[in-house]
């Protein structure tokens, strides 16, 4: 299997989708992408079952949302977490709105950071996010992450593409959608009947009821804000409300037990437990059960360098006699900045 990437920490709603109508393309912060390699001898509906199988079996959220679409190498899963959408409609990824299939490894500029993928034979292989441009360790660290590239990776950063949403996209006739049951074309049937008999009567309706509605909320509206601008308490509330939004975007943008799930993946690639860990909005520390002198130090800390949210990753000996500790920072908005101005070392 290819590696199982993800987000950089989880926000707002509002801050990572980009609206097209009333639906949202899902911002690249929120995503988790991972490749389900498949034998060339499957056919598409064992493939798709296998798929959809795999997907809700290792999906990383309790109420996901997923987009899977055929790969020339299996399928491309997309998770996201629906809990926070509210149930509003995903048309999909922001990357696949994005992608232009073209061989090869690039960072593509993102609504929101920036996205490093390696394609092969027309497929995404591998992809990874990361909410500041990647320095020459993380871009090293996510090309050791990809198993038998067939294509030499770049030993430095390539400079990042700039590519347009596109509001329509080939992706679609690559979509894996779960067959339709017998229930589900009894509902469509009645649905459709239900239409045919109330949209004339709705839109009747709703013709001549517009005009008056208009015109009643404008003149609401406009009562309420004269009568907000004469009250100190609501003025001194609206700037309340700013601060506290304010202040959710601020802390609202990492996940520590995701950022510790990614960071336990990388040890367990170097064959390493720990015996004690922390993962808080202060930073990650983790024990290891190995001797300092047993570890690849400088792959150890450029790996996980390269774990999104993970940065000014440093070893220090334990208090146990030999034994080595990690600890890092979670990589907010100024999170490590402030952390470098604090100790002036990083």
């Known amino acids: 299997m290819a590696r199982h990437d993800g987000a950089d920490g989880e926000d707002d709603g509002a801050s990572s989708a980009n609206t097209l109508g009333r639906r949202i393309v899902l911002g690249r912060s929120r995503c988790r992408f991972h490749l389900f390699r498949a034998s060339v001898a499957l056919s598409p509906t064992q493939l798709a079952s296998a798929a959809r199988t795999y997907a809700a079996a290792y999906a990383p959220y309790a109420n996901p949302g997923m987009l899977l679409l055929r790969s020339p190498h299996g399928a491309e899963i997309w998770w996201w977490d629906a809990a926070p959408l509210h149930g509003a409609k995903v048309l999909g990824p922001e990357s696949v709105y994005r992608a232009e299939a073209a061989d090869g490894w690039r960072i593509v500029a993102c609504d929101e950071g920036f996205e490093a993928q390696y394609w092969e034979s027309g497929g995404v292989i591998a992809s990874t996010w990361r909410r500041t441009g990647f320095t020459k360790e993380q871009w090293a660290a996510f090309v050791l992450s990809v198993d038998s590239a067939v294509l030499r990776a770049p030993s430095a950063p390539p400079a990042s593409l700039d590519l347009p949403l596109l509001t329509r996209s080939a992706w679609r006739k690559r979509e894996m959608r779960a067959p339709l049951t017998w229930r589900d074309a009894q509902v469509l049937g009645l649905t459709i009947a239900l239409c045919a008999a109330c949209v004339t009567a709705f839109f009747v309706g709703q013709t001549l009821r517009l005009q008056g509605l208009e015109h009643s909320f404008a003149e609401q509206r406009a009562a309420f804000d004269q009568q907000s ?99 890092a920072s979670l990589e907010t908005p100024g999170g490590c900045a402030a952390s470098a101005d604090a100790d002036g070392r990083r």
């Open 229 to 327: 601008a004469a009250d100190p308490s609501a003025r001194r509330l609206g700037g309340y409300i700013e601060v506290i939004n304010d202040y959710q975007r601020a802390t609202a943008n990492v996940d520590p037990l995701g950022v510790a799930a990614d960071a336990f993946v990388v040890l367990r690639q170097f064959d390493l437990s720990a015996s004690a860990w922390r993962s808080d909005q202060d930073g990650f520390e983790v024990t290891l059960n190995a001797f300092i002198n047993d570890v690849p130090l400088r792959d150890l800390v450029s790996a996980l360098e390269g774990v999104p949210s993970l940065c000014g990753v440093e070893p220090n000996l334990s208090s146990e006699a030999g034994a080595l500790e990690l600890s």
